[in-house]
């Protein structure tokens, strides 16, 4: 089946300090699945960071970014320099397909705390 | 101004009871879904529907069943519930059927079953 990997549950991180928050994902429905980052702030829906739909390319957004490597199946997010409104919930996903249609799998998620 | 409308943000049923959560979006988008969250698990595709008609079903039970009274809602109703079903159920729309990896979210009904 498909699969999403989050390690880290929760990562705390000093304003200005940089982020990484690990993904790797696993596959059987589609080769080169596109990729998602999903953040939900506090009291808020999930809504779409950044995709990529091509292996090797990267994505950006927010000054986040993320490399779709498929030899590693990864698609680790990071951050140079975060801020304190970037505390959230951050999900990791990617594209599946059943029969004709299309979902997302989703990670557990990982919640990133950025400390003043 | 919240797009997509969850009701209630939280609700507690005892066992054995029926609750049926709303979800209305006003984006004007074609394709309306529910998605399941449950505690140290990940999110979770339920149901789609694309111009009210379901087109996928990944629930193995039957006391959850999707109701789509207009076009832009998108209710699930959940019977004989267990304390299993304790989760945060979120609605999520897209422009179609076509896009459903580009998902606009609801900020979810935190359900407890007792």
């Known amino acids: 089946g498909d699969s999403v990997t989050q390690t880290e549950g929760q990562v705390t991180v000093s304003e200005s300090k940089s982020l990484i928050i690990n993904c790797t994902y696993s596959?059987?429905?589609?080769?080169?699945?596109?990729l998602f980052w999903y953040v939900r702030y506090p009291g808020e829906g999930l809504q779409l960071l950044l995709k990529?739909?091509?292996?090797?390319q990267k994505g950006s957004s927010r000054g986040f970014e993320a490399t779709y490597n498929k030899e590693t199946t990864s698609f680790h997010l990071q951050k140079a320099s975060v801020q304190e409104s970037d505390s959230a919930v951050y999900y990791c996903?990617?594209?599946?397909?059943?029969?004709?249609?299309?979902?997302?799998?989703f990670g557990l998620g990982t919640t990133l705390q950025v400390q003043p | 101004d919240p797009k997509i409308i969850q009701k209630p943000k939280y609700l507690v049923a005892v066992t054995g009871s029926e609750k049926i959560l709303i979800c209305e979006q006003y984006?004007?988008?074609?394709?309306m879904y529910w998605y399941r969250q449950s505690a140290k698990k990940p999110l979770e595709f339920m149901f789609s529907?694309?111009?009210?008609?379901?087109?996928d079903n990944q629930t193995a039970s039957s006391r959850f069943q999707p109701q789509s009274s207009k076009k832009n809602h998108l209710d699930l109703q959940i019977t004989a519930l267990k304390p299993d079903d304790s989760a945060t159920y979120f609605c999520?729309?897209?422009?179609?059927?076509?896009?459903?990896?580009?998902?606009?979210f609801g900020s979810g009904t935190r359900l407890t079953v007792l």
């Open positions: 999520a729309s897209s422009q179609d059927g076509l896009s459903a990896e580009t998902l606009y």
């Open positions: 596959t059987t429905s589609i080769a080169y699945p596109n």
């Open positions: 990529v739909i091509t292996a090797g």
């Open positions: 996903a990617l594209g599946a397909i059943t029969g004709n249609t299309r979902k997302l799998i």
């Open positions: 984006l004007g988008h074609n394709a």
């Open positions: 529907y694309s111009y009210q008609k379901l087109m």
